[in-house]
């Protein structure tokens, strides 16, 4: 047993699902309005000229200022504060200064933060660069409703499929695809635990929920096919046709009569593509 594996150890996802009492609730809020406040904080930042490089630079500062550290630092050998996902980049996309943002094009913020007590707050946002056209602020606005109806779907007794039902269900009305090489986890004091949270279902299958249990639900919504492949660096994942695709992610906690979102913004941009 190596040195991480020493402190990890009890924290080690083992498949089980935990359900986590007021304690981790009460740090969970904390971690996830850090994580929320990040996003707020891009908002005014993301414009043409502006390198997704330097958002992850102050995505960084943002979170260290706020007692949090970036999850994403180190982990599996990732080196970046956020994943920046832009235009047909389903996500993963890699911070990187070169990389200018430019009018019309629609980006995916990923911040993940840890606060004391080792809590994570893990959430993210879709943003326009100035004018986007028409099919792209539409996708945006398809994939927010498919993130708030799995979020409407979570109380107790519901189980994991009807989230990823309520998801696919709009999703493909609107004649759009959900991604499914990417899921929503479970999390708290590790990034990513059981329960998978599939973004596409049936009604009555996967796990029932239970109030305690703590996970994202982080729909990828195609305007193409559900298709994915990875680049040759390892980590952006693409739209295999190369169509348009987003992104938003909320952490969540099932309560006794339905669930409590941990990455609410605070300043009320939850949808900062509109704004
Ligand atoms: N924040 C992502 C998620 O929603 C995970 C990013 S892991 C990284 O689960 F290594 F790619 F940063
Ligand atoms: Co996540
Ligand atoms: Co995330």
Known sequence: MNFIDAVEAPLRNTGHIKLHGPEGFEGMR??????????????????????????????????????????????????HSLCTSLNHVVCHGIPNHDKLLKEGDILNIDVTAIVEGGWHGDTSRMYSVGETRRKASRLMDITYECLMRGVAAVKPGARTGDIGAAIQDYAERQRCSVVEAFCGHGLGQLFHDAPNILHFGKRGQGHELRPGMIFTIEPMINLGRKDVALLPDGWTAVTRDRSLTAQFEHSIGVTDDGCEIFTESPAGLHTPHTV
């Open 30 to 79: 904390r971690a996830g309005k850090v994580a929320a406040s990040c996003l707020d904080m891009l908002v005014a930042e993301v414009k043409a000229g502006v390198s997704t490089g330097h958002l992850d630079d102050l995505a960084r500062e943002f979170l260290l200022d706020h007692d949090a550290i970036p999850a994403t630092v180190y982990y599996r050998g990732y080196r």
